[in-house]
Structures are given as structure tokens and as C-alpha cells.
């Protein structure tokens, strides 16, 4: 099979470990493509691809032009809105994305902040460098566990039910949040289901893992935060989107409720923004999920999906694109900083 391969903004050595890039390099044929020559490039050989590693638009023209095309994977790991979906539903291509690679990498950091946030560590460790540590019960003023708690999900795909299975040691009580997925599937994956304002108002710890979308966007505002018990915690990891940074900013900074986050409405997100003053939040720099082992974990999964492919097989390893949800998701796209 003939690869376009144009992996920008992510790498060769990126998203492939050695191994698994001589693999792809023995088994396929590789047109290698660069920024300068991109658009000939694209030209000369999308007649002959049959498979795009590309985040660049596939839109009816592009499709048109590329008559063997079987497969588009976008290995920035976002269904992006550059890609005429419906032509590609019509014409059996396979629009697919790794993103699943990032679930266990995400959630071990938000059971990290998690416990960050109920036991005050980032903060402890900031006081004792100015020598202002507090010892023993002194310290622990509005500690708290999370074993035994009450913990809310909102969504439940590939995040949500990574961050459930971090969770299984501490006998949580598990509730979630996913207009999206019926309640029988939320009762054999052994958790509650829960409207929004419910599980607000009865959890201790939120998690936000849900995707961004046309529907969804600032959902959670200041009168859903206003619902949340005081002081407890709310773990945003998903997308920034989702949620109204200042009805956040204002919750925590007036000590109502404690947050962290990993995700910005922009980014990198600008040094003197009145967010990062704000007291009861911690910060991540959106690298809960950049770790290598996920990275290169993108390389694997696209080539056990190419290879079934090539076997007359449906792909099985990536998320594939629905025609019923993906034009309705908005995730921001990556970029080089």
C-alpha cells in the first residue's frame, strides 16, 4: 500500500518507536512530505494514495482527486473539521485517530492532582520553601480523603473511563455525567449514572474529561459551579472549552471551591493573565498527556489498523470517525510553540 505520510505537527521519531518505524518503513511504500513541497506533493500522488497519516484538509476536491484512498489517520489525535466527512461515510474511507493512546498518561495526572488537591502537597511543598511550613494537624487543616469519597465523571469515552479505572483502589463512589452514552452502558462499566446538577451538588471531586463540542461549550458556568459542596475539588483535563475560566478563577480564588487544570482557552496561555494570580488552583502545563510511552504509542496502534487494512479487515485499534457525532466536535488542533 502506498502511504502519503505527512505526520506535522507531530514526528517520525515521535510517534514511532524503532522498532515499529523500520516496520512501517519495511512494509509500506512511503511518500514522505515537508511543509515547502506539500501542496505538489500532494498533487503528484494523492491519485495513487491509498492510505493519509495527514491533518491537512481532505476536503470534496482533495477527496476527488484521491480515487484509491482507504484510510485518513490524523495523528494530531482530534477529529478535525478540515475533512468532508460525509463524502468519506459515502465512500467507505476511514477517517481514525489514536487519541486513546493519552487516556492512561491523563488520568495517573489527575489522580495526581487529585491528591494533590485534597492533601494541600504542591501547596505544603510552597510554603516550606519559604519557610512558613506547617506540621502534623496543623498542617492539614482542609485535608481530606479520597478513599471512600464521593467522585463525579463528567463524560465517560476513552478519559473517563481511564480515570475510573486509576480510582479502583480507593473504593470511591462513582458517579457519572454523559448525555452521550445510555445508562445501561454506565451501569455494566460499574458506576451510576447522574444528571449534571446532581452530581455537582453530591461530589466531593469532579473530573472533566469530557470532549469539546458544538453543544457544550462553557457548560460549566458559574451557576453549575455554584452547585459544587464547598471546597471540594474539580479536575478539569479535557478541553479548556468546556468550562467558564473566569466563573473558575472566582470559585477558587475566593476559597468556595479548590481546581486544577491542565487545559487553557489559549496557549501557551499569556504570562500576565489575572487566572494565574488566582488562589486555590493548580497548574499543569498541558503535559498530563505527553509523556514518550504514549507517543509512540500513536505509531503502534496506526500500524496494527493499517495492517488490518491491508487484510480487507475494518480497523479496530483507533476511534473512528461517526457520522452522527464528529461534525459536532470542536477540539482545538495542536501546534508547535
Given at each position: 500500500m502506498k502511504i502519503l505520510f505527512d505526520p506535522?505537527?507531530?514526528?517520525?521519531?515521535?510517534?514511532?518507536?524503532?522498532?515499529d518505524n523500520r516496520l512501517f518503513r519495511e512494509s509500506y511504500e512511503i511518500v514522505e512530505v515537508n511543509a515547502e513541497s506539500r501542496a505538489e506533493v500532494y498533487r503528484r500522488n494523492l491519485p495513487s494514495t491509498h492510505i493519509a497519516i495527514s491533518q491537512q484538509p481532505f476536503g470534496k476536491t482533495e477527496l476527488m482527486r484521491a480515487k484509491r484512498l482507504r484510510a485518513i489517520f490524523n495523528v494530531e489525535t482530534n477529529f478535525l473539521q478540515n475533512v468532508d466527512y460525509e463524502e468519506c461515510f459515502r465512500r467507505g474511507?476511514?477517517?481514525?485517530?489514536?487519541?486513546?493512546?493519552?487516556?492512561?498518561?491523563v488520568a495517573e495526572m489527575a489522580l495526581g492532582m487529585a491528591l494533590s488537591l485534597?492533601?494541600?502537597i504542591h501547596t505544603g511543598h510552597a510554603d516550606f520553601l519559604v519557610g512558613s511550613e506547617q506540621y502534623g494537624l496543623d498542617g492539614n487543616a482542609d485535608a481530606e480523603l479520597l478513599t471512600g469519597a464521593n467522585v463525579g465523571i463528567i463524560g465517560f469515552g476513552d478519559l473517563g473511563r481511564a480515570?475510573?479505572?486509576?480510582?479502583?483502589g480507593f473504593n470511591a463512589n462513582i458517579r457519572v455525567y454523559d448525555p452521550w452514552l445510555p445508562s445501561g452502558i454506565l451501569e455494566r462499566e460499574g458506576v451510576q449514572p447522574m444528571d449534571l446538577g446532581d452530581l455537582l451538588a453530591d461530589s466531593r471531586f469532579v473530573f472533566v474529561t469530557a470532549s469539546a463540542t458544538s453543544e457544550n461549550q462553557k457548560f460549566l458556568g458559574a451557576r453549575e459551579i455554584s452547585k459544587m459542596r464547598c471546597k471540594s475539588m474539580l479536575i478539569l483535563l479535557s478541553r479548556a472549552a468546556v468550562a467558564d475560566f473566569d466563573a473558575l478563577r472566582d470559585a477558587a480564588d475566593s476559597g468556595r471551591i479548590r481546581v486544577a487544570t491542565d487545559v487553557y482557552p489559549e496557549e501557551p496561555f499569556p504570562k500576565f493573565h489575572p487566572l494565574r494570580k488566582?488562589?486555590?488552583?493548580?497548574?499543569?502545563?498541558?503535559?498530563?498527556g505527553a509523556?514518550?510511552?504514549?507517543?509512540?504509542?500513536i505509531g503502534r496502534l496506526v500500524l496494527?489498523?493499517?495492517?488490518?487494512?491491508?487484510r480487507g479487515l475494518p480497523p479496530f485499534s483507533c476511534r473512528r470517525a461517526e457520522r452522527e457525532t464528529v461534525g459536532r466536535l470542536q477540539s482545538m488542533p495542536i501546534s508547535r510553540t
Open positions: 506535522d505537527p507531530r514526528t517520525e521519531d515521535e510517534i514511532f518507536s524503532a522498532a474511507i476511514h477517517v481514525l485517530t489514536p487519541g486513546s493512546v493519552f487516556a492512561v498518561p485534597a492533601r494541600g480515570v475510573r479505572r486509576a480510582l479502583l488566582a488562589k486555590g488552583i493548580l497548574f499543569s502545563a498541558h503535559r498530563a509523556v514518550p510511552s504514549a507517543l509512540t504509542g496494527e489498523d493499517m495492517e488490518m487494512i491491508a
